[in-house]
């Protein structure tokens, strides 16, 4: 089966700098790549998505890269804010199955 | 907010007691899922259903039961759990079509077990 690993499993950052959050998977059938952000005590939610006929996607200050040929994935999150920590789980998809990293909590220092 | 519910928010039980989780939604999504959150783990993958019809148990104890009497409604009967079940138990649902991958998750039910 699938296997996500995710790195670091913590970040923290000063205010406005950027953060990176890297994953790596290992069966290359997967071709959807979502990112989740979990805020303390709330649901996972959909930041952003990328599927593996693309190489990047950027929506405002956040943005995906995917490379199938190494089989990894990153977020990318410019201009952090204090409201931009959370938790933040990567994911590989086959077939409509999620596989999910263990997760990066991300803290933006003001 | 999502459009994905789920009953009871909060739920302590003992481990004799029979319980059930309920997972709603109006989203004209056809495949749902059950999830498990415990701490510094990633999210575990229970069970999945497509169109009301079970595809995916992973290797989940009997003592999970899930059932799915139509696309928008799944539940998750519960009896003689164990101390190491208490987690946050996620449904999430997909919608068909092109966007099929895409899961929407609910706010969850925190599972204490004693």
């Known amino acids: 089966g699938e296997n996500v690993e995710q790195h670091p499993s913590t970040l923290s950052v000063q205010e406005g700098d950027s953060a990176v959050i890297k994953c790596t998977y290992s069966d290359s059938a997967s071709n959807y790549f979502p990112w989740y952000k979990q805020e303390l005590g709330k649901r996972p939610q959909l930041i952003i998505d990328?599927?593996?006929?693309?190489g990047e996607k950027k929506d405002q200050r956040i943005a995906v890269t995917l490379n199938k040929t190494a089989k990894h994935f990153s977020l990318h999150i410019t201009e952090t804010q204090p409201e931009d920590s959370a938790v933040y789980f990567c994911?590989?998809?086959?077939?409509?199955?999620?596989?999910f990293g263990s997760g990066t909590q991300l803290t933006v220092l003001p | 907010e999502t459009g994905v519910t789920q009953t009871p928010r909060h739920l302590v039980m003992g481990m004799t007691n029979k319980k059930s989780l309920k997972c709603e939604q109006h989203?004209?999504?056809?495949?749902m899922y059950w999830y498990k959150q415990s701490a510094k783990k990633p999210l575990e993958l229970m069970f999945v259903y497509n169109f009301k019809e079970q595809t995916e148990n992973n290797s989940v104890p009997s003592r999970f039961s899930p059932e799915c009497p139509n696309s928008s409604h799944l539940f998750l009967h519960l009896h003689t759990l164990q101390p190491e079940d208490s987690a946050l138990y996620l449904c999430a649902s997909s919608p068909p079509g092109g966007s099929t991958d895409t899961q929407y998750f609910g706010p969850g039910t925190r599972l204490t077990v004693l």
């Open positions: 994911a590989a998809s086959e077939a409509r199955q999620l596989t």
């Open positions: 990328i599927r593996s006929n693309v």
């Open positions: 989203l004209g999504h056809n495949a």
